[in-house]
């Protein structure tokens, strides 16, 4: 069963979750180890000094110097402000908007990926074939709080009434359900998710399972209702992912100014054009018909096996979710900089500001900074734990040789297989109602398969990574062009 050595990794985690990361955290050590420098708002008396105006001792003086007592003091605009900054602190956070969700959801997502790979460590090892994968309840921990963390942030956005953020969330929404509709017709000689012979194969074991249960059924659910749902799915996911796409083009441009390295610069654009690379992975034309049928003269010698190409396409994906990770202090230090940006904005402009709204323009950008944090790692983290589960659930190998072809029978990671085993003779009512509910439960292995779960995370994982790239790449056209404009 269950209890053995993974049920002891996950007790030794969850005592590490309480006790150890509070105070060796990895999400505090990525804003506070020093690289992150913010800028400081202007006291008042600074502004004043450098308005040339002093607060005077009697009513009459301050009238005089423009300062009114109902009346907030302004300012020019064109003042010659030059903003202080300072390292980031863990006493600097506290006071953050949603560091908390910041802090909890990287650090479970730690905590969630060791487990991962230690568990996998014991499966490649010792090979248990009647264990329960505790790895996957871990990941799916993790993408449950990286979606509500997304949900979070996106219905504080429609919160807002006098900006358009609800409007471009609707319209991202209804744009990527239509999306998705044209992209589930397209045939698998395109797009091979596999999704059209997971769904068969998981009627066909429906049906069968039914029927054993002495039901007469046509099938759980119809494949237009299959596609319908999933594109519903898919228009949830989309409008979350909409407003860390937009971000994430703005602080790539912002990034690239501030880069004087070339490796730098070619990191960020590879990091950017991550998710069009995770997208090219599954299309067939391109990708996998040229490694697998050369085009090498006569004879087409293929380049590596099917198997070989699908666990590459997995180490891939990782190894893009750790660059984009790597280059997450250049993003948030480019966003930092949008407080020294709309200063400089200012002074180009004429008129004059209250020193309450010049305040707040500052002290907003890094009161902000773990909302643009959540943005850039949640959909990170979906990316790479849904990719964890389709290797784990689909029955891919991390070796890019692999012993064994995948193509032979395997069990389930979810459900044990030993209720398969014959029943022992039953010699009460409820020994026999224990042993039929076991056996029910047990065949549901054969209605969720790794075809099933192949077809169902490839998809899933290509469109978080389309998702992005949409996203980001509407955003780097609007801030290079339509701002500008």
């Not at 998981?202 to 399972?209: H, N």
Request: glycine share 4%; hydrophobic share 45%.
């Amino acid at each position: 069963g269950v209890i053995g050595v993974q049920l002891v990794v996950t007790m030794v985690m969850a005592s590490v979750i309480q006790k150890i990361i509070p105070h060796y955290s990895l999400a505090r050590w990525l804003l506070c180890s020093g690289s992150l420098r913010w800028y400081q708002h202007p006291t008042e008396e600074e502004l004043r000094i450098l308005a040339g105006k002093q607060r005077g001792k009697t009513k009459k003086d301050r009238k005089y110097n423009g300062h009114i007592e109902n009346k907030p003091l302004t300012i020019p605009k064109d003042i010659d402000l030059h903003l202080e900054t300072k390292s980031v602190t863990e006493r600097d956070t506290i006071a953050l908007h949603y560091f908390p969700e910041y802090q909890w959801l990287v650090d479970f997502t730690v905590a969630a990926t060791v487990v991962y790979v230690v568990t996998e460590a014991y499966y490649s090892i010792v090979k248990p074939s009647q264990e329960m994968n505790i790895s996957v309840v871990w990941c799916l921990l993790v993408l449950a709080f990286a979606v509500k963390v997304l949900f979070s942030l996106t219905t504080h956005y429609f919160k807002v009434e006098d900006g358009g953020e609800r409007s471009v969330c609707v319209t991202f929404g209804f744009f990527f359900f239509v999306k998705a509709m044209a992209i589930l017709i397209v045939t698998e000689n395109y797009l091979e998710f596999g999704l059209e012979s997971g769904f068969s194969n998981f009627s066909e074991s429906a049906m069968q399972f039914l029927e054993k249960q002495g039901l007469e059924s046509q099938g759980p659910v119809s494949k237009l209702t299959f596609k319908l749902f999933l594109a519903v799915l898919c228009s949830l996911i989309g409008a979350f992912l909409t407003f860390p796409g937009l971000r994430l083009a703005q602080m790539h441009l912002d990034a690239l100014n501030l880069a004087t390295e070339k490796i730098t610069q070619t990191l960020l654009h590879i990091n950017f054009l991550a998710p069009l690379f995770t997208v090219l992975l599954w299309v067939k034309p391109i990708t996998k018909d040229y490694i697998m049928n050369p085009p090498l003269g006569k004879e087409s010698i293929p380049l590596m096996s099917e198997d070989t190409f699908d666990t590459v396409r997995l180490w891939i994906i990782i190894l893009l979710c750790v660059l984009r990770l790597a280059m997450m202090r250049h993003h948030l230090q480019a966003y930092l900089n949008l407080a020294q940006k709309s200063v400089d904005q200012m002074k180009k402009e004429a008129g004059r500001i209250s020193m309450v709204d010049l305040q707040k323009m500052v002290a907003r950008v890094f009161y902000y900074l773990c909302v643009i944090a959540l943005q850039y790692v949640a959909p990170l983290v979906m990316l790479l734990h849904t990719t964890l589960l389709l290797k784990t659930l689909g029955n891919y190998s991390w070796g890019i040789y692999p012993e064994l072809s995948s193509d032979t029978p395997v069990e389930n990671s979810l459900l044990p297989s030993s209720v398969y085993s014959e029943s022992p003779p039953a010699d009460g009512k409820m020994k026999v109602t224990v042993v039929q509910i076991t056996m029910a439960l047990g065949s549901l292995k054969n209605i969720f398969t790794p075809l099933l779960f192949r077809g169902l995370l490839s998809f899933l994982t290509w469109w978080i990574a389309a998702c992005l790239f949409s996203t980001s790449l509407f955003g780097l056209f609007y801030h290079q062009y339509l701002t500008v404009a």
